[in-house]
């Protein structure tokens, strides 16, 4: 009986290794893959982190800078101050013939 108990062990310590590798939901693959997709997730947040940082400095400097608030209207909505003039220049096509230099 000696010879069929070590067998069993042997043989249910196999099944054991089998499972902790292959089997269920904390197998050791399912481990090493959930603390790469960990890892990878850990990195975009500290990515995401430093652009909401980035913008949340955006919106402070626009709500307390009146200078800030000036350019951006100025720059990308086109208003002009009391009692100021827009001069708008053509700008030469290069389709045309106009324009700059011409190299042959």
């Known amino acids: 009986m000696g010879r069929l108990t070590r067998v069993l062990f042997l043989a249910g310590l196999g099944l054991a290794v089998y499972y902790a590798f292959f089997g269920g ?3 050791v693959f399912e481990v ?3 603390e790469r997709d960990r890892a990878v997730l850990a990195a975009q947040l500290d ?3 430093k652009v ?12 307390t800078d009146p200078g800030t608030l000036e ?3 100025r720059e990308k ?7 100021e003039k827009i001069y708008w220049l053509p ?3 290069s389709t045309e013939g106009g324009g700059g230099p011409r190299t042959q």
């Open 32 to 34: 090493r893959t959930a």
């Open 25 to 27: 939901r904390h197998s």
């Open 47 to 49: 990515s995401l982190e």
């Open 77 to 83: 909505y086109g208003m002009v101050g009391p009692g």
């Open 52 to 63: 909401n940082a980035g913008l949340a400095a955006r919106v402070d400097s626009l709500e």
């Open 71 to 73: 350019r951006v209207a």
């Open 91 to 93: 700008v030469a096509d």
